[in-house]
């Protein structure tokens, strides 16, 4: 794919009673998503070790029930290991709502950082090369980017993309959580 930089404008999204009365019980929580959607190659997912070492560095000697990060699963998906809350979402609205009470969004480019701007909840956004925050990034969200130009939009596993993703540490997500919370 080929990009042109583009300034995305949040949507609204109005939450009905039942939505808002799923996601009350997680408010003031850390919604994190490490999956990204299967679209036939793996350029926009941060390596799958590195989420849970974010979780541990923020989460020191917790338990779920006092741990800080939620986590919405699709019906028979797949949550963390880690101290990690997981809720069953019926839809992507569920997931929105619950995303509307949280304090942070931590997690990849893709649909789920489109709601947290929608729904005005700070964000870290993790792009690595595939697009740049420039396409598709929000000026409100601590966007890490360390890919070349626009992005490269390469639509199957990509050496470049995979390095970009690599030079994304823990350490600047937790940086950056840190300073939203």
């Known amino acids: 794919w080929t990009w042109r930089a583009y300034t995305p404008t949040p949507a609204e999204i109005i939450f009905t009673p039942e939505e808002k ?7 003031g929580m850390v919604m994190i998503e490490p999956n990204v959607k299967n679209i036939g190659h793996t350029n926009k997912a941060w390596m799958a070790d590195r989420w849970g070492k ?3 560095r923020m989460n020191p000697g ?4 006092d741990g800080l990060f939620v986590q919405c699963i699709p019906p028979g998906g797949r949550g ?3 101290v990690v809350r997981h809720v069953t979402t019926p839809t992507f609205r569920h997931a929105a ?3 509307s009470v949280c304090r942070a969004y931590v997690g990849t480019e ?15 956004v993790i792009f690595g090369g595939f697009i740049s925050p420039e396409v598709t990034g929000y000026p409100s969200h601590r966007n890490l980017f360390t ?10 596993n990509c050496a ?10 823990v350490d600047q997500v937790v940086t950056e959580l840190e300073k939203l919370l």
């Open 147 to 156: 890919g070349t130009g626009l992005g490269c939009g390469t639509r199957m």
């Open 97 to 99: 709502a619950i995303l």
């Open 80 to 82: 963390l290991d880690e």
């Open 21 to 27: 009365a799923f996601a009350e019980p997680y408010r």
């Open 160 to 169: 470049h993309c995979r390095k970009a993703m690599e030079n994304i540490t």
């Open 110 to 124: 893709g649909g789920l950082h489109h709601a947290a701007a929608a729904v005005r909840t700070p964000a870290v």
């Open 54 to 56: 974010v979780v541990d």
């Open 62 to 65: 917790m338990v779920l029930d």
